[in-house]
């Protein structure tokens, strides 16, 4: 037996006509049973921030920032039997972004 969810939010806000913000939240866990399937059980969660500014039509500056979770060991073990990574009880940060991005049209 095998038991997959994923659970997806986002939000969006607009301060002002220029500014926005936006965040996206995800948890995917997968449960197994060893009887049933040679899957490992994980779990994972990710947070994804983004700050937009519009200058004007074409123009604008993005900041964003990107964290993800996962119940893998801290040491990254790969296991001894080829099941891929070792996994744990507790989340660990194993992927952290910061992004900045800056688009403008010229004009003629």
Request: proline share 4%; charged share 15%; aromatic share 14%.
């Amino acid at each position: 037996m095998v038991n997959s969810d994923i659970i997806r939010s986002k939000w969006n806000y607009q301060f002002t006509r220029e500014f926005s913000l936006r965040l996206i939240a995800q948890y995917n866990g997968l449960l197994t049973n060893p009887t049933y399937s040679s899957l490992q059980t994980t779990k994972n969660m990710n947070f994804d921030v983004l700050f937009t500014y519009f200058l004007h039509p074409g123009t604008a500056v993005y900041v964003g920032y990107n964290s993800n979770l996962e119940n893998v060991d801290p040491a990254l073990c790969c296991d001894p039997n080829g099941g891929g990574l070792l996994r744990s009880n507790h989340l660990t940060n194993d992927g952290r972004q910061l992004f900045v991005k800056i688009s403008y049209l010229f004009r003629r």
